[in-house]
């Protein structure tokens, strides 16, 4: 994933406060950096950068899960009437996939799925 432009040197992450005793490290929080880093909650960039990430968690949720009930990309595969090569794009990147697959996969697999919705503030 691609984050947002480089930190220029003007707005370095780490900045040295000076004081009396030397130099003092600030410091920032998660969300801070990432505000910096990939952009704003609500911002374009941000949120690709989100769903790109949620995506990734999908597919390695098949991955780890398949891998946990011991099937290969192969018998999932067969399981659910799809090839071993679209497991594999399932699992490297679940963007292009489907509810209704993903539903049937996690079925085979014997996972219950949750789905969670937040509101924004």
């Known amino acids: ?27 920032y929080t998660q969300d801070e950096v990432q505000d910096e880093l990939i952009g704003k909650t609500g ?3 941000r ?7 949620q995506m990734d ?3 390695k949720a098949i991955k780890n899960t398949r891998l946990e009930r011991r ?8 399981l659910i009437g799809v090839q071993k090569a679209q497991i594999s794009r399932l ?12 539903m049937r996969v996690f079925n085979a697999l014997k ?9 924004y503030k």
């Open 91 to 102: 699992e490297s990147n679940a963007g292009n996939v489907t509810m209704d697959t993903l």
């Open 57 to 59: 968690l999908i597919g």
């Open 1 to 27: 994933m691609k984050l947002k432009e480089p930190i220029k040197s003007g707005k370095n992450i780490l900045k040295k406060k000076s004081s009396k005793k030397g130099f003092k490290m600030k410091t």
């Open 71 to 78: 099937l290969t990309q192969e018998e999932l595969g067969k």
């Open 43 to 45: 911002t374009p960039a």
């Open 47 to 53: 949120d690709k950068f989100e769903y790109k990430l």
């Open 111 to 119: 996972a219950n799925v949750k789905f969670q919705v937040e509101l």
